[in-house]
């Protein structure tokens, strides 16, 4: 699960380890949450699910930020809780 930022494969390895679920979650014109990195990631990694919210915000779900987004911030605690339950 990565929040508001990606880091590049090479960064900490050769690559994603087969059979590990990953979600992305960026707001799309958020300068700071490497969208773009992000979306390389998830078309690289096998079954990856990249999910983007409109906006430019970049710490969207933290409530105690005035840039915290209620409702992107809702949708991605429904997508993190269904992840959660599908990998068990």
């Known amino acids: 699960m ?4 990606a880091v590049p494969l090479g960064e900490f390895g050769d690559g994603w380890p087969p059979g590990v679920p990953v979600q992305f979650h960026t707001m799309d014109a958020d300068e700071q949450g490497d969208a773009d990195v992000a979306r390389a990631l998830a ?3 096998d079954g990856a ?3 983007r919210y409109p906006g430019d ?3 969207f779900t933290d409530r ?3 840039e ?4 992107a ?3 991605v605690v429904q997508r993190v809780l269904a992840f959660l339950a599908a990998v068990g």
């Open 2 to 5: 990565l929040m508001h930022a």
């Open 43 to 45: 078309e690289t990694i």
């Open 49 to 51: 699910e990249l999910f």
């Open 73 to 75: 911030a809702a949708l």
């Open 68 to 71: 915290h987004d209620p409702a």
């Open 57 to 59: 915000r970049h710490l």
């Open 64 to 66: 105690s930020l005035p």
